[in-house]
Structures are given as structure tokens and as C-alpha cells.
């Protein structure tokens, strides 16, 4: 059954202000009045549309993904690192072309944005479900190539992992 306007509206409310809480960083009447009229203006805006962005968004489960991705951007690190410091400069950069079989926009564009912000890999083009991205070597690549970042989004959006 989908949620009322009103419940939807309330619940995208929260969680827009909760962000900007945690992003902000200021706290005093003027500044929490203006982040919760922003918010209650996106949620207005957002809630009720099918093709929103937050409709149908598993924001738990994205917070669930958060960890696993941030040890993913620290572990990438210090494999580049390594990289970097080594005299010879050992990297071998290569494009690699990755279908993905997930069909929720917002998984798209986590994957696409997960790809970017661990180091030693960015998305240059998306095109449908095909992402171009470059990687310094195999290694950095080796979350996307394996599936195991796919398959992460996919339990985030309860898509079917079997292709």
C-alpha cells in the first residue's frame, strides 16, 4: 500500500533535515528555521511524484551501504598510496566497460557515484546501464569487475542480484 502524502511528505521532510543537521553544522534558530523550510520545500516538491528521486528510496538501507563503501574509499587509499610511494610507479590504467543489470535510477547513479569517489577510479560516461571507467590498475577495479559493488546496490534496492 502506498504511504499518504501527508506520511511521505513528513517522512522526506525528516530525512532532508537530518541531512542538512549533519551537513551543516550550525545550530542556532536562524539557520535550523532555514534548513527546515528548505527541506519542507524539496519534500513539497518530491513527495507524490513517481518519478522523484526519493520515491520509493531506501534511505535505511543506503545508510546500511555507507560503511561498507567508506572502508572500500579507505582500503583504495592506501592501495594507492602504495602505488604512489612506490619508485617504479607500478600503475597500468586501463578503461573498463561494465554492464550493470541493476534497473532503479537511484542504483545507477550510487554505483556510478561509488565508482567515483574510490580512489584510483572514476566513471567517465553512463550510457543507459553501461558504465566507462577509468581504473589506475586491476586492482581498483576490482569491486566493479567482480560484481561485488553491484551486487551491494542491488541488496540496497532489493533488486534481483541473478542475471
Same mark, same amino acid.
Given at each position: 500500500?502506498?504511504?499518504?502524502?501527508?506520511?511521505?511528505?513528513? /517522512?522526506?521532510?525528516? /530525512?532532508?533535515?537530518?541531512?542538512?543537521?549533519?551537513?551543516?553544522?550550525?545550530?542556532?534558530?536562524?539557520?535550523?528555521?532555514?534548513?527546515?523550510?528548505?527541506?519542507?520545500?524539496? /519534500?513539497?516538491?518530491?513527495?507524490?511524484?513517481?518519478?522523484?528521486? &526519493?520515491?520509493? &528510496?531506501?534511505?535505511? =538501507?543506503?545508510?546500511?551501504?555507507?560503511?561498507?563503501?567508506?572502508? =572500500? #574509499?579507505?582500503?583504495?587509499?592506501?592501495?594507492?598510496?602504495?602505488?604512489?610511494?612506490?619508485?617504479?610507479?607500478?600503475?597500468?590504467?586501463?578503461? #573498463?566497460?561494465? =554492464?550493470?543489470?541493476?534497473?532503479?535510477?537511484?542504483? #545507477?547513479?550510487?554505483?556510478?557515484?561509488?565508482?567515483?569517489?574510490?580512489?584510483?577510479? #572514476?566513471?567517465?560516461?553512463?550510457?543507459?546501464?553501461?558504465?566507462?571507467?577509468? /581504473?589506475?590498475?586491476?586492482?581498483?577495479?576490482?569491486?566493479?569487475?567482480?560484481? =561485488?559493488?553491484?551486487?551491494?546496490?542491488?541488496?540496497?534496492?532489493?533488486?534481483?542480484?541473478?542475471?
Amino acid at each position: 500500500m502506498k504511504p499518504s502524502f501527508p506520511k511521505q511528505f513528513i /517522512a522526506n521532510t525528516l /530525512a532532508l533535515f537530518s541531512v542538512w543537521l549533519v551537513l551543516s553544522g550550525k545550530y542556532d534558530n536562524f539557520h535550523l528555521v532555514l534548513g527546515f523550510m528548505a527541506s519542507c520545500g524539496v /519534500a513539497w516538491l518530491n513527495t507524490g511524484f513517481p518519478n522523484s528521486p &526519493f520515491h520509493n &528510496f531506501p534511505w535505511v =538501507r543506503v545508510v546500511l551501504y555507507s560503511p561498507w563503501l567508506f572502508l =572500500r #574509499i579507505v582500503e583504495s587509499s592506501l592501495h594507492l598510496t602504495k602505488l604512489i610511494l612506490n619508485p617504479s610507479l607500478p600503475i597500468k590504467p586501463t578503461l #573498463i566497460t561494465y =554492464r550493470s543489470h541493476l534497473k532503479h535510477r537511484g542504483a #545507477i547513479v550510487l554505483l556510478g557515484n561509488s565508482v567515483t569517489l574510490t580512489p584510483g577510479t #572514476i566513471t567517465v560516461e553512463v550510457n543507459g546501464n553501461t558504465f566507462l571507467v577509468h /581504473a589506475i590498475d586491476d586492482t581498483a577495479a576490482k569491486d566493479l569487475t567482480t560484481g =561485488r559493488m553491484e551486487r551491494k546496490l542491488a541488496w540496497v534496492f532489493q533488486e534481483d542480484t541473478n542475471h
